[in-house]
Nanobody, 119 residues
Framework: QVQVVESGGGLVQTGGSLRLACAAS????????MGWYRQAPGKQRDLVAD???????NYADSVKGRFTISRDNAKNTVYLQMVSLAPEDTAVYYC?????????????WGQGTLVTVSS
């Protein structure tokens, strides 16, 4: 089984930057796609960005050019560098990962980390 733990959320002013990190640990054969989702109050959880084990990235239109996702496969860690933050980026950010273990193809979600952008 795999666990993922997020870090790096907090309060920042409009135009500021934050870097989120998510580390996966546990027993697995392979970590596949890792990514970040976010959920604002009263809204659904949406994809922000994800990255395959080979480094192929995918971004929501709303964050293209401002957010950068990267990963360190040796550390089973994914990062989300966020710049030019705006109040509409305020949300709980969740780490998500697909992986393979002896049970087959599985997925795991983190507990979430709150990002608050003040105007």
């Amino acid at each position: 089984q795999v666990q993922v733990v997020e870090s790096g959320g907090g309060l920042v002013q409009t135009g500021g930057s934050l870097r989120l990190a998510c580390a996966a640990s546990g027993s697995f054969f392979r970590i596949n796609t890792m990514g970040w989702y976010r959920q604002a109050p009263g809204k659904q959880r949406d994809l922000v960005a994800d990255i395959t084990s080979g480094g192929v990235t995918n971004y929501a239109d709303s964050v293209k050019g401002r957010f950068t996702i990267s990963r360190d496969n040796a550390k089973n860690t994914v990062y989300l560098q966020m710049v030019s933050l705006a109040p509409e980026d305020t949300a709980v950010y969740y780490c998500h990962s697909n992986y393979i273990d002896s049970s087959g193809y599985l997925e795991v979600w983190g507990q979430g980390t709150l990002v608050t952008v003040s105007s």
